[in-house]
Each structure stands twice: as structure tokens, then as C-alpha cells.
């Protein structure tokens, strides 16, 4: 009788304890499911993209045209950070009139020196599956979401990026905030503008690679 009991006691016990697994399987499937719609999937997807130099990848999860549209500003503006005031205007000026050309040229140099920041934020893959990747990203960054679009701050680099929704479970980088990003773009950009007639003056690229020089380097 007691080992009929005891039978019938485990038995309960194991119908509990599968309950409790299955339910614990279902949660952590929906949770996942969810988690895949949000911008710290993205943002691991990104990451685990530049790790395995898949271009393609990139291309999808980067708005790249957005991002250097609104990282131009910014070069712009920390380039001209220290210099004089007609020195400043004058280069913002030759940087908004550039020859089409030459405004190809530099968006092409932003958009390498983009891809090559992503790579060196992203860092080797090591042995590490993206499971735990895309896990750890809520701890790596710090990310808010509002109405359709999201920031996420790297503090550890100080960087800033913004994303946007782009369908119901996939969110895309719209901009990338960096400041020592922008000066080594700043920097390169300078060394190939004209340097001479009413484009932009000897004195002024002399006063402006003296500022630059004085920046933050990336590490």
C-alpha cells in the first residue's frame, strides 16, 4: 500500500514537474520571439554582421545614406570647433558646396571610415554564439525606444546611434553619433579639400588641422 502511494506521489510529482518545463519552454519561445522585434536584436544582428564581414548583412540592417547624411553636420561642426569665426563659416560653407564629384568622394571616405568604426565597435567574434550576443546587449548598451524609433548609447566608446522601425519586427541604423569618429573623418576630408584661390585659404586649413590635432583620437 505505502509503495502504491509512494508510486502514485511520483508520479504527480513528474506530471508537475514536466507541467512546469513545457510552460517554461513556451514562456522563453515567446519571449524570444518578442526580443527578435525589438532594437537590441537589431543592434546584435549589426554587431555579429561586422564579426563575420558580411557586407550584405550590413547593407540591410544600415541605412547608410542616412547615416552619412546626418554625420556630415557633425564632421562639419567638430572640424571647425575652436576656429575663428569667419575661418569656421568659410569651411562649412566648402563643405556644403562642394563640386558633385568631389561631395561623392567624401561621402564615399565617411562611408568606409563608417564601416570601419562599426567593425572596431563590434570587435572579434571569438567563440561566442550569437545567442549570447543578442542576450548581452541590453547590458552592453543602453537603449530607449519611442514611437517607432530607438537610441542606443555605447558609453564605453561614447558613441550614439538611432535606429528606425522599418516593418513590425526589424529596425534599421539611421545615424551614428561619434565624436572622435568625426574628427578622423574631419581630418581626412580636410587633407583632400582645395587648399588655395576662394575655396578655402592656407591660413584656414593651417588653423583648422592645428584643432583637429588637439581632438580625441579613436582608440
Do not use: C
Request: charged share 25%.
Amino acid at each position: 500500500m505505502r509503495d502504491t502511494t509512494r508510486s502514485h506521489w511520483l508520479r504527480w510529482v513528474s506530471l508537475i514537474l514536466a507541467g512546469l518545463l513545457i510552460i517554461g519552454a513556451a514562456a522563453g519561445f515567446f519571449w524570444w520571439q518578442h526580443y527578435k522585434t525589438t532594437p537590441a536584436y537589431s543592434l546584435a544582428l549589426v554587431v555579429d554582421a561586422a564579426q563575420r564581414n558580411d557586407g550584405a548583412a550590413l547593407d540591410r540592417l544600415i541605412d547608410m545614406d542616412k547615416v552619412v547624411d546626418n554625420l556630415m553636420p557633425q564632421v562639419a561642426k567638430t572640424a571647425t570647433v575652436g576656429l575663428a569665426s569667419d575661418f569656421a563659416s568659410g569651411l562649412r560653407t566648402q563643405l556644403q558646396s562642394l563640386a558633385p564629384g568631389v561631395k561623392a568622394s567624401v561621402k564615399q571616405t565617411i562611408r568606409e571610415e563608417i564601416r570601419k568604426r562599426i567593425n572596431e565597435l563590434a570587435g572579434s567574434a571569438g567563440a561566442r554564439p550569437f545567442f549570447l550576443t543578442a542576450l548581452a546587449m541590453p547590458f552592453k548598451a543602453n537603449i530607449s525606444e519611442s514611437n517607432g524609433t530607438a537610441k542606443a548609447s555605447i558609453n564605453d566608446h561614447q558613441v550614439e546611434l538611432s535606429m528606425e522601425r522599418i516593418d513590425g519586427s526589424h529596425w534599421r541604423v539611421i545615424s551614428l553619433r561619434d565624436d572622435a569618429l568625426a574628427t578622423r573623418i574631419g581630418n581626412n576630408i580636410v587633407k583632400d579639400l582645395p587648399g588655395s584661390g576662394s575655396q578655402l585659404d592656407k591660413e584656414m586649413r593651417k588653423q583648422l588641422q592645428e584643432n583637429l590635432r588637439k581632438l580625441p583620437l579613436l582608440p
